[in-house]
């Protein structure tokens, strides 16, 4: 591939999810029009790597303190997901051992907050030579000023800000296959 392709473009076999910190306690405290578009597009997304057969990881921040992932992600069982204490999730050996046994050298971001654990991890993971594509509209955080800043921040640091379904047909890219099928027939149940 060439350069622009190589960092806009999410290949199948290079990819992988990670969903940042979904949790009971900090849900409320979300901009809930964020939050919303959050649950709907990560479970989305969460549909789309299980029928694509790609890798998911998931995090959760101090657990003991900020509860569990959020029963509104079915599809992400808390017993599955990587503890952590470093709001960066580079910052954890569990995580980074998730990541390369992956594969994975291009990583899809959802999650919250955006402007802290979202953030520290796409810059670490940019740092290491991973492309990063964050989900803008699967990410959020308390403050929509907060929010905003750290899509732009993270869009001047390198990360490729996309959304929901451009990821998804960038990962099946033709049209007629049974993963355009799959994937075709879960945007089809998405409302706006």
């Known amino acids: 591939m060439g350069v622009v392709k190589d960092k806009f473009w999410l290949d199948a076999e290079k990819t992988a999810l990670v969903i940042i910190d979904v949790q009971e306690k900090l849900a409320p405290a979300m901009n809930q029009s964020l939050y919303g578009q959050l649950i709907q597009h990560t479970n989305l997304l969460i549909e789309g790597f299980k029928a694509l057969g790609l890798p998911i990881i998931a995090t959760e921040q101090y657990p003991q303190g ?57 810059l670490d993971l940019l740092d290491r030579g991973y492309v990063v594509h964050l989900v803008s509209d699967a990410l959020c955080s308390r403050f929509q000023s907060d929010y905003a800043n750290a899509i732009k921040a993270s869009a001047r640091a390198g990360a490729v800000i996309t959304t929901t379904e451009t990821a998804l047909f960038q990962l099946v890219k033709v049209a007629g296959t049974d993963s355009f099928k799959a994937i075709s027939k879960l945007i089809r149940q998405r409302t706006a």
């Open 66 to 122: 900020l509860g569990h992932t959020v029963t509104e992600l079915p599809g992400v069982a808390s017993q599955d997901c990587i503890e952590k204490m470093t709001f960066s999730c580079c910052g954890d050996d569990k995580f980074m051992a998730a990541l390369e046994k992956s594969e994975a050298k291009q990583v899809l971001i959802v999650g919250m907050e955006t402007h802290v654990c979202v953030f520290q991890t796409a």
